[in-house]
C-alpha cells in the first residue's frame, strides 16, 4: 500500500492541554513521520506521512484530543507523498 501525507488544521481548545506532546506520542508508537505546532489563532496546525492506516489512526486522534483538549474542528488535506520527514517533530 502506498504511504500518504495529511496536513491538518485543528481548532478548538487545543493548546495549553498537551496536544502537541500526545499527538507526537502517538504518531511515533504508529511509525508516522511529521511535525506539528501551535498557531496564532490558538489552533495547531500538522502534518503526517507514512503507511495510510497509520497516518489514519493519528488523524482519529487528533479528532478527540487528548483529555484535557476540546476539539471543534479538524481540516484535513490530502497532499502528496513527499517522503522528506524523518521522525516526529514538535516546531515551536
Known sequence: MA???RHLRVSG????VF???AVQEQALAAGVSGWIR??????VEAVLEGERVAVEQVVAFCRRGPPY???DH???REEEFR???KG???RY
Do not use: E, K, T, Y
Not at 501551535?38 to 489552533?43: F, I, K, M, V
Open 19 to 21: 496536544f502537541r506532546s
Open 38 to 43: 501551535n498557531l496564532p489563532d490558538g489552533g
Open 13 to 16: 481548545r487545543v493548546q495549553g
Open 3 to 5: 504511504p500518504v501525507r
Open 88 to 90: 516526529f517533530a514538535v
Open 74 to 76: 479538524v481540516d484535513i
Open 69 to 71: 483538549a476540546r476539539v
Open 83 to 85: 517522503g522528506d520527514l
